[in-house]
């Protein structure tokens, strides 16, 4: 089937605005007859149950913590993009479309990109009136810097805690929603089943985590903001409760998942030591902005102290391959040049999986004083962390699951193909094509919470000729507890020898080994073959204790990475299909002699939208074409 | 290293609980605290116990989620360390560690180390906002803010809201966390309007929901994992008594 993303036509400037006003809308007087469920209340789905809230719908929200201010939102470091330009060195709202787009490589959709770029300074204006402590210069106005290889300064950042500060400020638009009753919050609630009810999405199944009880919610639309799957790698800088399992629900009730293969590894995480880690740590990338990456020349000196290699024998290979960005190369581009180095046997530290990243040269140009005031605290975690200092030697990185560009397929109006259902923030697929640019994606949950769905979804709903005539009564509510009760009683039941962390770190071990940054037709069939394998595993072999009728944190690690384990499958297709490397997915076949990435864009200009056929089947593609009417396709190069 | 746990150990809200004793041995001592109890549960899960249940999701120190009591420490002894950022090098070959829930009236218990926090949402709930509108605010630079109170309203949003000043307050005090939000808005100019109904309504469900009083024992600061200062609780009291002097004759905010 050919999907259409309904994205509107004509100039692209007026494309939202035309839209918008395109829009049917829901009287105010209405509004309280619609019930809209939320699922997530990070960034995305905070925002959109606060504002939704606001505009006089009725919301229940949940979300899988006690509280909706520790969605996995609060991690972020870095910052939020917009186009304010406001320190004037050339920034636009073109620009950060024709940026993102480009850095995407050429793999999203042009109007969607857009509309992000235009609301993205309604963005910080919203946090700075709600108390966002962003950074301000001397004078008291807002600082922004240079992020991810941006050729301006167009991130906004609120010390080393952005995220933190502006899930906060979501967290009291929502607590403010709450207080008026407008919006009921459900938390320490794990959706497990969406109910669909004549082809449309009017409800959703979930676990209490505190009594067990499986719970049925109705809504006359769904809003799915579950953020991010990496933790199909076992390890990566997600939280550790970050799981597929809403979005995967979606997908097996008819959701299609658009290229999940589109990961992001990102390059400046702390290395894996030891077998016993439960977790990678990030450590922003604004230190690329003074340290310098090498590796030494020749693999006889990995064991050496690093000081004691003299600057000749190093190779600063960032600088070296990329000479105009040097260290600050995109995400893609530096993890894999890691990866190459350590393949290479030049790797650094536990396994020899590592880089340095040195910052004697920033010390001696700056002073340390001025490096502690930039980045104090992101030392401070590395020497929590690995006993070291970064101050006296080089600190060791190596790149990390941290952010997947795909997720489930939505139109303009972030609308999947499930009518009712609604998918915001990394839960789908829209902006950020096969790559997305630092402090990004932060902009992108704000802007569909607060600035997106709260228009988008209004056509939806004044199209409902009988809102609330489909309640937690009807049949298929009640089919979908007792099928998400039967999977409790299974995994319960099995009473095997390996624990699921065993199961979850083979999987992982596959997943990072054949579908990490590096993917081979060989790598990607040899991944479908241990997938079911190690599926049929955990099904006869695993170990899930205790009961389904209280708290059983084992419980929930089980369904979530039995759900994994089913997503994983669809995930290897969709890299196996894509014969073309783009941003974050590399396929070794396809590359320069340089060894840099190729695009197939004559064969590969379409979002692959996969829809499931049962478990362990192979799914079916949909494409939808992309067209780029207004930024040429080009070779995305930063040498 | 080879350690030794004890850990409370109580099935449900209703139970009574009790500690219990495990070895824990090869501790690799880059592990972190939460690590280290994943291996003890693995080890438990093999045995056909059950493993324990403690609420975690970050481990990188920022969601707030984590929540246990090490050695009579909330979050364990090193200072402004969440524990789950403590590591295991922090301790010696032979400890015996005591591993303990959030103790306070306000927190009740729901299984081994987890609690029932939601009583500090509900101060937020309260207050913790400004009441803009989603659009229809002025341009973010619209209004220069100093640096340094732009500073100073960051060191107080570093709360991280995990409840640790609380169990650490021999009078489960929720001051620290409730004056950090506080300060935060009363010193942007974008929270200054609704300050005095702020900080009434904020204190008003601080009692409401059993938190106890604050008598300046600064237990809350020392055990803190962000170093929220008690300087912001002076602060609050400041907001609490200007809120107190009738609207007409207040200074103008
Ligand atoms: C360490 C780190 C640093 C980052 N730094 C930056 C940065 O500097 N700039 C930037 O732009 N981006 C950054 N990112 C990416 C960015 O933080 C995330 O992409 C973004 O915050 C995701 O927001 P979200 O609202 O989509 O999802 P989340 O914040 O992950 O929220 C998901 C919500 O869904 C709920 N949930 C999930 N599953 C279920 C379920 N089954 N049932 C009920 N509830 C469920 C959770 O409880 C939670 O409330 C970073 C990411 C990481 C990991
Ligand atoms: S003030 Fe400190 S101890 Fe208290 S909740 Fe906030 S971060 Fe935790
Ligand atoms: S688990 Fe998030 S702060 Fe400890």
Known sequence: ?639 | MNLTLHVWRQKGPQDKGKLVTYPAPNVDSDMSFLEMLDEINDELIRKGEDPIAFDHDCREGICGMCSQVVNGRPHGHQERTTVCQLHMRQFNDGDEIFVEPWRAKAFPIQKDLIVDRSSMDVIMQAGGYVSCHTGGVPDGNTFPIPKKVADYAMDAAECIGCGACIAACPNSSAMLFTSAKVAQLAALPQGKPEARKRVQAMTKALLDEGFGNCTNHYECEAACPKGISVKFIAKLNREYLKSMIPSSTAEPV
């Open chain 1, 1 to 639: 089937m050919i999907l259409d993303g309904k994205a509107p036509t004509g100039p692209i400037e007026t494309s939202w605005d035309r839209h918008r006003f395109d829009m049917k809308l829901v009287n105010p007087s209405n509004k309280r007859k619609y019930k809209i469920l939320v699922v997530g209340t990070g960034l995305a789905g905070g925002a959109a149950a606060a504002s939704l809230g606001e505009l006089g719908y009725n919301v229940e929200a949940f979300c899988y913590q006690d509280s909706p201010r520790r969605a996995h939102s609060i991690g972020a470091q870095g910052g939020i993009n917009a186009a304010k330009n406001y320190p004037s060195d050339g920034d636009s709202i073109y620009r950060l479309f024709y940026d993102t787009v480009k850095g995407g490589d050429f793999r999203s959709r042009e109007a969607d990109v857009w509309r992000l770029a235009q609301v993205s300074n309604n963005i910080i204006d919203q946090c700075v009136a709600q108390g966002v402590p962003f950074a301000r210069d001397y004078a008291g106005y807002l600082d922004n810097r240079s992020f991810g290889g941006a050729q301006v300064s167009r991130t906004f950042y609120a010390r080393g805690q952005t995220g933190q500060q502006l899930l906060l400020g979501a967290y009291s638009a929502l607590s403010r929603q709450i207080k008026n009753g407008s919006v009921k919050m459900f938390a320490r609630r794990e959706m497990l089943d969406l109910v669909v009810v004549d082809g449309v999405a009017k409800g959703i199944t979930c676990r209490n985590l505190l009594t067990g009880e499986i719970e049925s919610y109705w809504g006359d639309a769904v809003i799915l903001a579950s953020g991010g799957y990496v933790n199909v790698f076992y390890l990566s800088t997600n939280a550790m409760g970050s799981s597929v399992t809403a979005i995967w629900k979606a997908t097996k009730k008819g959701a299609y998942m658009a290229n999940p293969c589109y990961t992001q590894i990102h390059p400046t995480c702390i290395p894996v030591h030891g077998t016993h880690q439960s977790k990678l740590t990030l450590m922003s990338e604004s230190l690329r902005n003074d340290g310098r990456i090498w590796v030494p020349k020749d693999a006889a000196n990995c064991e050496k102290h690093p000081n004691d290699i003299p600057d000749e024998d190093r190779d600063y290979y960032l600088e070296r391959k990329y000479p105009s960005f040097g260290n600050l190369a995109p995400r893609d581009i530096s993890s894999r040049s890691a990866k190459e180095a350590c393949d290479d046997g030049r790797g650094v530290g536990d396994g020899k999986r590592g880089v340095y990243l040195d910052f004697a040269a920033a010390i001696k140009r700056v002073g340390q004083k001025t490096i502690e005031e930039r980045y104090g605290n992101l030392f401070e975690m590395y020497e929590k962390i690995t006993d070291e200092n970064g101050y006296e030697r080089p600190m060791r990185i190596y790149p990390a699951p941290h952010y997947n560009m795909g997720g489930l397929w939505v139109d303009y109006e972030c609308q999947s193909n499930i009518p009712g259902l609604f998918v915001l923030g990394e839960a789908n697929f829209s902006v950020h094509g096969a790559n997305r640019l630092g402090a990004s994606a932060l902009m992108q949950g704000l802007a569909d919470g607060y600035f997106v769905i709260p228009y988008t979804i209004a056509p939806y709903l004044a199209s409902l000729k009988n809102p609330g005539a489909v309640k937690e009564d009807h049949p298929e509510f009640k089919k979908s507890a007792e099928e998400v009760e039967a999977q409790m009683d299974r995994l319960l039941s099995i009473k095997g020898k390996k624990t699921v962390m065993d199961i979850h770190r083979e999987l992982g071990h596959v997943m990072w080994e054949n579908v990490g940054m590096a993917r081979s037709k060989e790598s990607l069939e040899e991944a479908l073959k241990r997938i079911p394998e190690i599926r049929d595993e955990f099904w006869n072999n695993v170990n899930v204790p205790g009961e389904s009728k209280s708290i059983n944190q084992q419980l929930e690690n089980a369904w979530r990475l039995a759900d994994f384990l089913e997503f994983a499958e669809m995930m290897t297709y969709d890299a196996l299909n894509r014969e073309e490397s783009c941003g974050g997915h590399f396929r070794v076949e396809h590359q320069t002699d340089e060894g840099e990435a190729m695009r197939d864009d004559e064969n590969f200009t379409y979002v692959a939208a996969w829809e499931f056929k049962g478990v362990g089947n192979k799914p079916e593609l949909h494409k939808e074409p992309l067209k780029f009417e207004n930024i040429k396709l080009a070779v995305r190069s930063y040498k």
